[in-house]
């Protein structure tokens, strides 16, 4: 196989190994497992092997799969839009701020719309941050806001306006039928009806976010799992210059 062709390795290399984890509404039994296996069938696999079926609730079995992948994929065609900036340390991005900028930079952030969960804007902004990198609120050249669970976009907005921010980030980690994308939504076309959009830096974060899905729904960035404040912090700078044309 070529070495731009690749598909999932398990015991050897291109073997196609994977392991797949899913629920079906069915009793668990000899017929749930044949109908599991069936299914990842029908998903383009080969070799299956239903190795855990368990019941989870009346009419409800989950089930872990192993099977063989068939389909390739040419590695060398994929292409990902990355936020483009560079990483620099603690120490660098607030000397980089008092030389540049010669003020703090203002920002809030918060969890919008019903979503009571705040480890992702905590794990960028809390003081601890997030793997040994320090939070925003550490900053002394940061002015950071967290508003934290369940903040309207017309009190995020509010608030921004009061502390004069730079820029806005937020956190979603709901994501059932949707829920993220209609609240990520619903601020920008917020911002954009007060024409308020072009002044701020604006960030999406989550664990089903990337950039490419961020920038197209209007966001500057979106980060997800993984992210370290220093990361963030570092593209806020990097943009809020060239925004100040420096």
């Known amino acids: 196989m070529s070495k731009d062709l690749i ?17 079906l509404p069915v009793e668990n039994g000899p017929k749930a497992k044949k109908a599991a296996e069936i299914y990842v069938g029908k998903l383009n696999f080969e070799d299956i092997h239903v190795v855990h079926a368990q019941k989870i609730a009346d009419n409800f079995t989950c089930f872990i799969v192993y099977a063989r992948a068939v389909p390739t994929i040419d590695y060398s065609a994929v292409k990902v839009k990355v936020a ?19 003020r703090p930079i203002s920002l809030v952030g918060a969890t919008i719309g019903s979503d009571a969960h705040t480890v992702g804007i905590d794990a960028i902004m809390n003081m601890k941050g997030f793997k040994q990198d320090y939070g925003l609120e550490r900053y002394p050249q940061i002015k950071a806001y967290n ?33 993220h994308i209609n609240n ?46 220093s990361q963030v912090a570092s593209f806020l700078i990097t943009s809020i210059l060239q925004k100040k044309g420096k």
Do not use: W
């Open 7 to 23: 598909k999932p390795y398990g015991d050897t290399l291109d073997d196609g190994i994977v392991q797949l984890s899913f629920t």
């Open 84 to 102: 483009k900036f560079e990483h620099i340390d603690f120490y660098q991005i607030n000397d980089l701020i008092k030389k540049k900028i010669g």
């Open 147 to 179: 508003l934290g669970a369940q903040v309207s976009c017309e009190t995020l907005i509010k608030k921004a306006l009061e502390v004069k921010a730079d820029a806005i980030l937020v956190s979603q980690t709901v994501t059932q039928k949707e829920s």
């Open 184 to 229: 990520f939504t619903e601020l920008i076309e917020r911002l954009a009806a007060d024409d308020l959009k072009e002044k701020f830096v604006l960030l999406a974060g989550g664990h089903k976010i990337n950039n490419e899905l961020a920038v197209k729904l209007g966001y500057d960035a979106g980060f997800g799992p993984g992210t370290v404040p």
